[in-house]
């Protein structure tokens, strides 16, 4: 059961789980080799993706199904992309959530502000800027 970089096969079954898990698939299906993946005999158990602008990268999915959450494999997901990441010359990450701020937290995740987002992802589909309340956005550097 390790991570590993997911297919155009994989599509479908990591649209579902994002669905399932009210996150958005705009510009994933794109991007799906991008996203790491994590299986078992009966399917999908999580999916984690970062996008790559220069030298930030842009969390845009962190999802474990719910018969494998709490056994820390978001955590490992999070720990492979990173290894990997570094490794490109990725300095920094960034997110928006509007239900995991705290998570994030304890993975050492800092909040900050719009005007503290790089200027290189903003184009990113993963930011939702106007919406009032829309979440809250976190860095953490590498």
Known sequence: MRPHYASEEDWPDVEA???ASSLSIEGVRDRINQYL?????AG????AGVERYETTG???ALVVAQ??????LGELMLS???ADIRQQGVESIVLQTGTASGYFARLGFLPISATDLPAAV????????NAM???TLMQIAL
């Open 122 to 129: 903003r184009p990113s589909a993963a930011f939702n800027l």
């Open 37 to 41: 993946v994590v299986r078992d005999n």
């Open 44 to 47: 999908l158990l999580g999916c």
């Open 17 to 19: 789980l994002l669905r």
């Open 133 to 135: 309340g829309a979440g």
């Open 67 to 72: 018969r494998a959450r709490s056994a820390g």
């Open 80 to 82: 492979a992309i990173v």
């Open 58 to 60: 842009v969390l845009r």
